[in-house]
């Protein structure tokens, strides 16, 4: 009898050569994914990756991705997410419990803040933001509800680089379990682990994709218990990647170190320049010495992100300053950062700072925060100073 075609080209019998190698790896895609028989199912171990079970749970190329970015985070085990957000969101989840409490620098990551706010809310999940450059802010804030301190290492928009290992001292007095959001470190600029964070989150989104066209997140543990919670958490809800997003990012990571470190020198290269300008009240960016908490960067760091956020004189108009991003050729207004196009973005932040810890932090001014990326930094300062000319005279 003969078979229908469809059948004949599903069931196949040519097998490709064994035997190819090529610098980058396979990209494997499944939902589906064939056991060999009845026993290997009933067998089937979804932990310790000595197999597959079902692409949700990881295929070579999800699983290669994995191990690299536990190297580059100097962890052991990790488990990849669709967004930055997702891999904060998975934490929380894994960890917090009704009646638990989580603990959050006040100047982290607006949308991490936001989930608290509201789904964790919710849930009945408690949070307090704590003062991240005052660690008896965070001692005074811990309670016997406390479960997971966040840390951000610098604040987002405002660059603040707390002292991590003196929060970190204070939340291991009191046996509470660090996750570290290490976005803009990207495992480069310093080692969460090494300082005795207990999980190390990441949005590769920003540098190890570097392209600006992928959404990925990671969390990294050195702890087989606490990863196996993050797993189960993970399994349940559901929040696989696909092996093309793998692929993307498998492609930029080998590059990684080098984009970091050509970003970096743009970035403290136009930071400095623009503190010059008569223009500019304050140039946030850790690594100048009058940035806030630049003694801390320096004991932690070995390198910056090439990202930093600028106060234009406060006698300038918002409308001044949103015609001065405007006004800007190269630099493109968009979220995000870490891609080849530098961005710019203004921020209010009035919006998501109380006026008291402003002030306390010296954080008046109409702020723009730049995400420098690869034209050359010559290009990006005339653009810079043409703006500057025809807006903020
Ligand atoms: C971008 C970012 C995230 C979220 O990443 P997405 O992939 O955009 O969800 C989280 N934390 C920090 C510090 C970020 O900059």
Avoid at 72 to 96: I, N, Y
Wanted: glycine share 10%; with cysteine; hydrophobic share 45%.
């Amino acid at each position: 009898m003969t078979r229908d075609l469809s059948t004949d080209l599903i069931h196949h019998p040519y097998q490709p050569p064994e035997g190819f190698e090529a610098p980058q790896g396979p990209v494997h895609k499944a939902s589906t994914i064939l056991f060999k028989n009845v026993a290997a199912v009933r067998s089937r171990d979804w932990r310790h990756k000595t197999g597959y079970t079902y692409g949700l749970h990881g295929t070579p190329t999800t699983f290669t991705l994995e191990e690299r970015i536990a190297t580059l985070e100097g962890g052991t085990h990790c488990v990849l997410v669709p967004s930055g957000l997702a891999a904060v969101a998975l934490v929380d989840q894994a960890l917090l419990s009704q009646g638990d409490e989580v603990l959050i620098p006040g100047n982290a990551y607006g949308p991490s803040i936001a989930l608290a706010r509201n789904e964790l809310q919710r849930w009945g999940i408690g949070h307090r933001l704590y003062d991240p450059m005052d660690p008896a802010s965070l001692a005074s804030a811990i309670t016997d509800r406390t479960r997971l301190v966040w840390l951000e290492a610098p604040g987002s928009i405002t660059m603040e680089f707390p002292d991590l290992p003196a929060l970190v001292a204070v939340a291991r007095a009191r046996r509470v379990v660090t996750a570290l959001d290490n976005t803009w470190g990207a495992g480069v600029a310093f080692k969460g682990f090494d300082l005795g964070i207990d999980i190390v989150m990441q949005a590769l989104t920003k540098y190890p994709s570097g392209g600006g066209d992928v959404l990925m997140g990671s969390v990294v543990t050195r702890d087989v218990a606490l990863h196996e919670k993050l797993k189960f958490t993970h399994m349940r809800l559901g929040v696989g990647i696909s092996g093309n997003d793998a692929e993307l990012v498998l492609r930029s990571l080998s590059s990684i170190a080098l984009r970091y470190a050509a970003q970096d020198q743009a970035g403290r290269d136009l930071a400095a320049w623009l503190g010059t300008r008569p223009e500019v009240r304050k140039v946030l960016h850790p690594a100048l010495p009058d940035s806030p908490g630049h003694a801390h960067w320096r004991a932690t760091c070995t390198a910056a992100a090439g990202l930093f956020s600028v106060m234009f004189h406060e006698h300038y108009t918002q409308a001044q300053v949103d015609a001065f991003v405007d006004g800007l050729k190269l630099f493109r207004i968009g979220y995000s950062w870490a891609g080849p196009l530098s961005l710019a973005v203004p921020y209010e932040l009035q919006t998501f700072r109380s006026a008291e810890s402003l002030q306390r932090a010296h954080l008046e001014g109409r702020l723009v925060r730049f995400s420098v990326g690869l034209e050359g930094v010559g290009d990006l300062k005339a653009d810079l100073a043409q703006s500057m000319a025809a807006s903020l005279a």
